[in-house]
């Protein structure tokens, strides 16, 4: 299956399309300006954790329909969801801790509001650091420089997505060192994580939230 969206192509490699049935959304947005801080951003954070405390407890969290289909694919995966969280329940869990909501920079902050409101996992690359036609498929012993880490791993079997030359992300829940979002990134491309049982219509209204955060507070022009 191949798509494209503005001047990137993304495939799902067939071996993927057989075992999983799977959803993506994606967006380019160009001309965005990253900063460390915004103190609009800062206030946003407040109204959205507002939000979560009074829709969420951690009592009940666990019940949540959208979370537990994250939680099940990770266990497809192969991953203990109690011990890595998939990406939007381990950041509204932090809000319902009384923990504050991370700050990287502007560009992440809003694509990971966008993850807590709408409870779908997303990430974000350095459009301008991508080669090539993006593919979602099970790695075979390749190389991996998560952000934050050190040294490469060795990747084999996980779902990954890869531009032609590098791994970009192990999906739906590690983005790569090489393509991450910095102060000086330009244009973004913006992925929008499904798994099975969660519909077309949740993830595109997810994408949408995501690019109306991201172009609120780091301008930019989104490309469907």
């Not at 959304?25 to 800062?42: C, Q």
């Not at 090539?132 to 420089?145: M, N, P, Q, S």
């Not at 060795?154 to 970009?168: F, Q, R, Y």
């Not at 983005?175 to 102060?183: P, S």
């Amino acid at each position: 299956m191949l798509k494209q969206c503005n001047d990137i192509m993304i495939t799902i490699h067939p071996s993927v399309l057989s075992k999983f049935d799977l959803g993506i959304r994606y967006s380019v947005i160009k001309g965005v300006r990253v900063e460390e801080e915004s103190d609009a951003l800062e206030r946003f954070k407040e109204t959205v954790a507002d939000e979560i405390r009074k829709k969420y407890t951690l009592e009940t969290i666990k019940d949540e329909d959208i979370f537990r289909k994250y939680r099940d694919f990770f266990w497809q995966l192969g991953i203990d969801p109690t011990k890595k969280r998939p990406a939007a329940e381990a950041l509204t869990r932090r809000i319902l801790q009384g923990k504050p909501i991370p700050r990287v920079s502007t560009l992440v902050d809003s694509y990971n509001l966008a993850s807590i409101k709408t409870g779908v996992p997303m990430g974000a690359f350095d459009l301008d650091r991508l080669d090539g036609v993006l593919t979602l498929r099970f790695a075979k012993e390749d190389e991996f420089i998560g952000i934050g880490m050190s040294e490469p791993v060795v990747i084999k079997d996980a779902l990954v997505v890869s531009d032609e030359k590098k791994l970009i992300a192990i999906y739906p829940y590690r983005d790569a060192d090489a393509t991450k979002i910095t102060l000086r990134t330009k244009n973004v491309f913006l992925l929008v994580c499904g798994v099975p049982g969660v519909d077309e219509e949740t993830l595109e209204k997810a994408k949408t939230v995501a690019e109306d955060i991201i172009t609120t507070f780091c301008g930019g022009i989104s490309h469907k």
